[in-house]
C-alpha cells in the first residue's frame, strides 16, 4: 500500500485514537510482540500490555504467548473496531465517500487505503489487512481461490475508463498483472512480449520511451497519455472494479451491499458536485481536475455482473493462466 488516507472531514475520537492505532499497525504488519507494538507507536510498554488486553476481551486481537513475549494478532471482529476500505488509484469510485459515511453508522472507525497494484489489494483482502476492496474482478476471483475462500465478491462497481495507448515505436505491449488492464490486452489480441509493470505512470513512461509498442491504463491516465501526444482507444470491458470483502464480513453481507447500492445511487446524483470530487481527490491523491474530467468516463453497478462474468469466464482463466506461465513460472 502507498498511502493512508483518513476519510475528509473526519477526526478520530481522541479517547480511541490509541486503539486504533495499535489496531492498525497489528493489521499492517499482520503480527506484533508487545514490546514491538510500543517501540513502533511511541506508547508505554505497560500501556500497550493493557489495551491490548482489552481488545482481546473485545475479541478485537488475538494474543498468544511465544518466548515469553506476548504477541497480537487481527482477530475476527478486528472490523468492528476499525474497518479498512482499500482502493487503487483511479477516478473510478466516487461512491466511496457517501459508502464509508454508511459504514460508520455500523463500524467504530473507517480508515481507506490506496494502493497502486491490484492483485496486491485483492491478497490484502484476503489476509485482512483491508477488510473491504474495490479491486479487478478477476484479482478477486483468483485471491479467493489460492486463498481458499478467505475473500468474496461482495457487491458492484465500475465499468469503462481503461484503454489502449499506442506510441511511435518499441514492441510487444505493457500492462498490469491479474488486472481488468490485462483482461483488455487479451481480448484486443495486443502483440507480445507483454511486461508487467505496477503504476499507471510508469505504463505511459515505458510507452512514451518506446520500451513498448502499446499500454493499457485506466483513468485518469489514459486521459494523461493523451495529453502526452500518445494515441488512446477504449478498451470496451463490461466490468472492471468490484467490492470484495473478507471472510469475516460474511455475515455483514446483506447490510454491506445495501449500504452499496445506497452510496452509487448517490453518488450518481452527485458526480457534478464539486464538494463530492474535491473529497475524493483529496482520497486518493490525484488533482481534483483530473477527476473532474475523468470520473464520467465510468458507469456505476450496483451488483456483480453475473451475466457479463459468465460470458467471459474462459478468457478470465486465459487472464489467471496464460499459456506462457510455465516459461516464466520455472527456472
Known amino acids: 500500500m502507498d498511502r493512508l488516507a483518513t ?3 473526519y477526526d478520530l475520537a481522541k479517547k480511541r485514537i490509541s486503539e ?5 499497525l497489528i493489521l499492517n504488519y499482520g503480527s506484533l510482540n508487545a514490546s514491538e507494538l510500543a517501540r513502533i507507536s511511541g506508547y508505554s510498554r505497560s500501556w500497550v500490555w493493557k489495551t491490548l488486553r482489552r481488545l482481546e476481551k473485545e475479541k478485537v486481537v488475538r494474543l498468544e504467548k511465544k518466548g515469553g513475549t506476548l504477541v497480537a494478532y487481527p482477530a475476527e471482529k478486528s472490523h468492528k473496531k476499525l474497518l479498512r476500505i ?8 466516487p461512491y466511496i465517500i457517501p459508502f464509508a459515511r454508511r459504514l460508520k453508522n455500523h463500524y467504530s472507525e473507517i480508515e481507506i487505503l490506496v494502493y497502486d497494484e491490484a492483485f ?12 473491504l476492496g474495490m479491486a479487478p474482478a478477476i484479482s478477486h476471483l483468483i485471491v479467493h481461490r489460492i486463498s481458499g475462500g478467505l475473500s ?10 481503461a484503454g489502449i495507448i499506442e506510441g511511435r515505436k518499441g514492441e510487444g505491449h505493457v500492462t498490469t498483472m491479474a488486472s481488468s488492464m490485462e483482461l483488455c490486452s487479451e481480448l484486443n489480441h495486443l502483440p507480445h512480449p507483454r511486461i508487467y509493470l505496477r503504476k499507471g505512470e510508469d505504463i505511459i513512461r515505458y510507452v512514451k520511451k518506446g520500451q513498448a509498442r502499446y499500454g493499457v491504463v485506466w483513468e485518469p491516465f489514459l486521459y494523461q497519455a493523451a495529453r502526452n501526444g500518445l ?6 470491458l ?4 468490484l467490492l470484495g470483502g473478507n471472510a469475516n464480513l460474511k455475515e455483514d453481507h446483506e447490510t454491506i451491499s445495501k449500504l452499496f447500492e445506497q452510496a452509487v445511487a448517490e453518488a450518481r446524483r452527485r458526480i457534478d458536485d464539486p464538494v463530492l470530487i474535491d473529497a475524493y481527490a483529496n482520497i486518493i491523491g490525484i488533482d481534483r481536475t483530473l477527476v473532474k474530467n475523468t470520473v464520467k468516463s465510468y458507469e456505476y453497478l450496483e451488483s456483480p455482473p453475473m451475466n457479463d462474468l459468465s460470458k467471459l469466464l474462459g478468457i ?6 496464460p499459456a506462457w506461465i510455465l516459461r516464466q513460472a520455472i527456472l
Open 7 to 9: 476519510l475528509v472531514g
Open 20 to 24: 486504533v492505532k495499535l489496531l492498525s
Open 86 to 93: 482499500g482502493l487503487l488509484k483511479a477516478s473510478e469510485y
Open 120 to 131: 496486491k489489494l485483492a491478497y490484502d483482502i484476503a489476509l485482512g489487512k483491508v477488510q
Open 152 to 161: 468474496y465478491i461482495f457487491a458492484g462497481g465500475s465499468k469503462g475508463g
Open 231 to 236: 494515441k488512446t482507444r477504449p478498451c470496451d
Open 238 to 241: 463490461p466490468f472492471c472494479c
Open 316 to 321: 478470465l482463466k486465459d487472464v489467471a493462466f
